[in-house]
């Protein structure tokens, strides 16, 4: 393990260590004590706020009971003494990262050690090799830690892949489903389908697609008729899914999936990216496909769009305007990043988001998201 991030313990009186796995590239905890089932919830919130890993050795459905009760106990809302005063939607959007970052700090330190074939040797333990397999690849035959929330986000992102997720631009049912990997953000907000697989199409010899994710849109764009699209992406995960999912629909010999950073070499007369909507910072690789810091692909599509449009050709942005409610960009700056870009706007349409949070009052960004639409920009090059 020379080089490699590692969790220390001490354990029957013997030194211990095993490698370290995060998602998100967090350090493992510096301090780490064994936990059984008789540790409380309480106590497990204290040592937890404290920065103490808890390395559990007891039941694992026991242990499963206990992170939700300290998910629990980090969702109190603290007691207010009155009307809370008016917060700006910017800072509330803040708040809420940091509520969240902190949420999971806490849901972190509970802790799970893998054998070298991804077995945990723990009553009751399920059997998550299959899904370990999955996310990180065949085991190599050391030992790992982790968090348990992060082994069961493996579980529910197994489960998702198997099943799958149902798009009606895709045609009828069984095969319309998209199947996204551990790691791949799942297309399960419609409407922004819904856009692309009604807008009219300028030409159906080619068309890219920047930042494909599962490839659902070049999936759409094909089953529109489009000959040839050439799918983009960075992330090898999202490259795989795609593959996977292109291969499946039985599209691959009209989608070609490539590597890329936006843009693949050469013109098309249609190029599509649905970017992630909000300028914020990614706490784990997944939260790239919702937070763009800096804006910084929304603004390199922008940027080099009309040199890789052809003549005539159109741009699609699909944007939701969720950011600007929230007070992290305003519509001026993107008209302006637009025109400074040399390109003008032939058609804008809007859709109604109808996920749950869109009408949950419960949730923390209600304001803005209540006020959420979707668009389609065409764009084209002046």
């Known amino acids: 393990m020379t080089g490699a991030t590692v969790v220390e313990w001490v354990e029957q009186g013997q030194a211990r260590s095993a490698r370290w796995r ?160 551990y790691g791949v953000f799942s297309p399960v907000r419609g409407e922004y389908i819904e856009l692309v697989a009604r807008a009219p199409l300028p030409a159906t010899s080619l068309a890219f697609d920047i930042g494909t994710g599962t490839g659902v849109l070049a999936a759409v764009l094909a089953g529109r008729g489009v000959q040839h699209v050439i799918a983009t992406d960075q992330d090898p995960r999202a490259l795989a899914c795609a593959r996977d999912n292109v291969s499946r629909l039985g599209l691959a010999d009209r989608v070609e999936v490539v590597r890329a950073d936006l843009f693949p070499q050469g013109q098309a007369p249609l190029i599509v990216c649905n970017p992630p909507w909000v300028p914020g910072r990614p706490s784990s690789p997944i939260e790239h496909a919702v937070y763009d810091e800096g804006s910084r692909m929304l603004q390199g599509f922008l940027a080099g769009l009309a040199g890789h449009l052809a003549p005539g050709g159109e741009g699609w942005l699909i944007l939701s305007d969720l950011a600007e409610h929230l007070g992290l960009r305003t519509r001026e700056e993107l008209t302006a990043w637009i025109a400074n870009a040399g390109l003008k706007v032939l058609a804008h349409t809007e859709v109604r988001p109808s996920h749950p949070k869109a009408s949950d009052p419960e949730d923390p960004l209600h304001a803005a998201r209540s006020k959420e639409l979707t668009g389609l920009w065409r764009l084209t090059a002046c």
């Open 22 to 181: 995060s998602e998100g590239g967090n350090l493992p905890p510096r301090r780490v004590q064994l936990a059984q089932d008789t540790l409380t919830a309480d106590a497990a919130y204290r040592l937890a706020g404290d920065g103490t890993g808890m390395l559990w050795r007891g039941d694992f459905q026991n242990a499963r009971q206990l992170l939700q009760a300290l998910a629990r106990r980090a969702d109190r809302k603290p007691r207010l003494a009155g009307k809370p005063a008016p917060v700006l939607p910017a800072d509330a959007f803040h708040r809420h990262r940091m509520k969240q970052g902190q949420r999971a700090r806490i849901l972190s330190m509970l802790l799970v050690e893998l054998d070298g074939s991804y077995g945990i040797g723990l009553r009751r333990a399920p059997d998550l090799r299959a899904a370990c397999t999955e996310a990180w690849g065949p085991a190599d035959g050391q030992s790992w830690v982790a968090s348990l929330r992060e082994l069961l986000g493996l579980v529910g992102a197994h489960e998702w892949r198997k099943k799958g997720v149902a798009i009606a631009a895709l045609g009828s049912p069984p095969n319309n489903r998209i199947h996204a990997h």
